[in-house]
């Protein structure tokens, strides 16, 4: 199976710790976005990669979080000093280019605890 | 402002039964997007359609269907004779003219029991 890969799963960390995720898209993918989604809501947009570029970022996207693709393929999200609001799941997507670009491919996501 | 609407907290019903999931959008723009996604309990979000806003065509894809309608700005979905492996939950997505970010409505749980 080659779909789009996040780790960990799960990740539980106490108040004011670092935290960073992973997410490796479908490879031929150039686009990468990265979601987050609390209990009973739908997935909000974070940012937005098209290669290693960060095109577009959400105002949800504060200071203490940054994403990273350094080479245009895989993606780290850090959360600094986290915070109990932090807690959700963080999902990541990718999407060719062009063609069907609009066709998002979600991973499993990253759940997200923090004490 | 740009919003979508899903009105259905939760909705269970029995095997075979159909079932119409709703789906409200506001936006400006003349061009837009509406999807369909479905997220298992494994967490994952599927993929089932996409629709441009000058495609008012109607689609059906075997079980399931989809009907826009620009003038009440919906687009809402039905599974026609649903089954077990339909529960999950569905969202309802929208991405306007500009940017790249879907807007997801707080979906819709389904549960279809036997």
């Known amino acids: 199976d080659t779909g789009v890969s996040q780790n960990p799963r799960h990740k539980i960390t106490k108040r004011g710790q670092n935290v960073t995720f992973r997410c490796d898209p479908i490879s031929e993918h150039n686009r990468l976005y990265w979601y987050r989604q609390t209990l009973g809501q739908g997935p909000e947009f974070l940012t937005y990669f098209q290669n290693e570029a960060q095109l577009e970022k959400s105002r949800l996207l504060s200071d203490r979080f940054s994403a990273e693709r350094p080479k245009g393929s895989f993606s780290t999200l850090e959360i600094q000093r986290t915070e109990q609001g932090d807690s959700a799941m963080y999902l990541c997507a990718s999407s060719p280019l062009w063609g069907a670009n609009e066709k998002l491919f979600f991973g499993s996501g990253t759940q997200l605890s923090v004490l | 402002a740009q919003k979508v609407t899903q009105a259905q907290t939760e909705i269970s019903v029995v095997e075979k039964e159909d079932v119409t999931l709703d789906c409200v959008y506001e936006t400006r723009d003349t061009t837009y997007y509406l999807f369909w996604y479905k997220q298992p309990p494994s967490g994952e979000l599927v993929f089932l359609i996409r629709?441009?806003?000058?495609?008012?065509q109607n689609e059906i894809s075997g079980r399931y269907s989809w009907n826009f309608q620009k003038s009440t700005s919906s687009f809402n979905f039905t599974i026609t004779a649903s089954q077990v492996v339909d529960s999950a939950v569905y969202f309802c997505a929208l991405r306007p003219q500009a940017g790249t970010a879907l807007i997801f409505g707080k979906g819709t749980t389904l549960s279809v029991s036997s």
């Open positions: 629709r441009n806003s000058f495609d008012e």
